[in-house]
């Protein structure tokens, strides 16, 4: 088995799938956190034009209690109240990956949507590169809904199994990506980076 590695799961702004995965692997044993890459959280709303907007760093409970005051029939059956729920069992507020350079650096970086992908890519390569160490940076195209961040949360905790249990996850990750592609029948984008 190689080193135990550091993982961050990052999505756009609403932190449902990173959250799944994030609750996930942490039940798991895995050093795992994660963050969203838009400028606020937004949640589902009464309708499309009126989501919910929060700071990141705004307390899941808060979130949760100010939701549950507003509409709990509305929160409860378009999923968002169990969300952070969950999400209040994992940590205590969102945070946003680009401002997460206090967190230290991650060996794996998985991405739900290759617009975030970008972003990571673009936010490290900005980065001024001190240690010359390399991360891995994965995208797993996941939709946005529940039951595929469910369902991508499960694909990514077997997949950072793979990465986890690797020798050395530099020189085998071009046959853990074509087997877990195999496998799946699903493509995933892979680069590295260096912080």
């Known amino acids: 088995m190689g080193a135990k590695l550091r993982y ?4 756009s702004s609403n932190q449902n799938r990173s959250m799944e995965a994030h609750a996930l692997l942490k039940r798991h044993g895995f050093d795992v956190s994660s963050y969203g890459t838009g400028a606020h959280v937004k949640l589902p709303g009464p309708s499309l034009r009126e989501p ?6 705004t307390p899941y409970k808060s979130m949760h209690d100010e939701l549950r005051r507003k509409d ?3 929160y409860k059956r378009n999923g968002i109240l169990p969300m952070l729920k969950r999400n209040l069992g994992v940590k205590n507020a969102p945070q946003r990956w680009q401002d997460n350079a206090a967190d230290g650096c991650f060996d794996v970086v998985v991405t739900f949507e290759e617009k975030v992908f970008n972003i990571v890519i673009e ?11 390399s991360v891995l940076i994965i995208n797993l195209e996941v939709k946005d809904n529940h039951e595929e961040a469910a369902t991508g949360g499960k ?6 199994q793979e990465i986890e249990s690797a020798d050395c996850w530099e020189d085998a990750i071009d046959d853990i990506v074509a087997a877990f592609e195999r496998q799946h029948k699903r493509k995933l984008l892979y680069t590295i980076s260096f912080y």
């Open 72 to 74: 709990p029939d509305l």
């Open 123 to 133: 936010d490290l390569s900005n980065r001024k590169q001190v240690l010359i160490r």
């Open 8 to 11: 961050a799961m990052v999505c």
């Open 155 to 160: 694909l990514t905790l077997e997949l950072c």
């Open 52 to 57: 919910n907007v929060y700071d990141f760093g």
